[in-house]
């Protein structure tokens, strides 16, 4: 049986990316003294691998696939097929930011003012070349970890990676420039996206990645309304596609089923109402593919 090599990102992205595989329709399994998770799909075969680290594996043949972020591939200038970008993050749908902070009385405002400084960050490559760019000259110290603590007393900035910036300010960090913004990509090793089976499970796998992703912010509704009150509901929706309306029984009522906005539904609800919808069930939804 063929078997595709899949690296799944250990870290700050590891539930994130074994919740979105559920999503998806895949279970994962993780068993905290392997590197090795269970799938329930015979044609797979996992491996925990730092996000950092993964492209290399992919582009070396070690892994046929993996998760990681734009962000890794261009700081190991690694050559692999980059699939597709799946937006989610750790605790968000949203893009991460690579910044540039410095101490909040720090007198520097720009990268400019840091002609001549030390600039901790674990993206030395992202960052030499962003100095490059802007013709500054400073000193690039690679960082284990804690980078947010190494300003003023190791460092005169740092260059970090962030979601929401509560991290840095916690530190009394100020955000003075931002690199990158950065999301996590399905990429493929070279070889293995032109062999034809891999390649077709690959596609097969991103679709419904990205279907459970575009379900995430998402909820169903299924609306009864009376004929003559139909056109007035439907004015109300703002569906993400036309709006399936099928028969009941009754031949005087209608059945609604549409996909709304979750974070709209609270106001969308008693307008529906209002506008003459009845029996209105609001229901979760694990996959979006148009």
């Known amino acids: 049986m063929s078997c595709l090599k899949l690296g799944i990102p250990k870290g700050s992205l590891q539930d994130a990316t074994i919740e979105l595989f559920g999503k998806a329709g895949w279970r994962v399994s993780v068993n905290p003294r392997s590197y090795f998770p269970g799938i329930d799909d015979p044609e797979l075969e996992c491996m925990l691998v730092r996000a950092q680290e993964m492209a290399r594996y992919v582009e070396s043949g070690a892994l046929d696939a993996g998760l990681t972020g734009k962000d890794w591939i261009l700081e190991t200038g690694a050559d692999v097929e980059e699939v597709a970008e799946l937006v989610y993050s750790k605790t968000s749908l949203g893009r991460v930011r690579w910044v540039l902070a410095v101490a909040e ?79 996590p990509w399905f990429i493929a090793n070279r070889g293995a996206w032109k062999n034809g089976w891999k390649r077709q499970k690959i596609v097969n796998m991103v679709l419904l990645l990205e279907g459970a992703i575009k379900a995430y912010s998402r909820v169903g509704l299924l609306i009864n309304v009376r004929r003559d009150d139909l056109e007035k509901v439907l004015g109300t929706l703002p569906a993400l ?43 979760p939804l694990n996959k979006v593919v148009y």
Do not use: C
Not at 249 to 272: F, G, M, Y
């Open 241 to 283: 596609r036309h709006p399936t309306v099928s028969h009941l029984s009754d031949p005087d009522w209608l059945a609604i089923n549409t996909i709304v906005e979750e974070a709209i539904v609270r106001q969308l609800i008693p307008k529906l109402k209002s506008a003459g919808a009845e029996g209105i069930v609001e229901y």
């Open 105 to 183: 009385d720090s007198e520097a405002h720009s990268v400019r003012d840091l002609e001549g400084k030390v600039i901790a960050t674990e993206a030395v490559r992202m960052t030499e070349k962003y100095l490059s760019q802007n013709g500054v000259r400073a000193r690039v110290e690679f960082s284990w970890g804690a980078t947010e603590v190494k300003v003023p007393e190791l460092a005169d900035a740092i260059v970090e990676v962030t979601e929401t910036g509560a991290s840095l300010r916690a530190n009394h960090l100020r955000v003075i420039e931002t690199l990158l913004e950065s999301a």
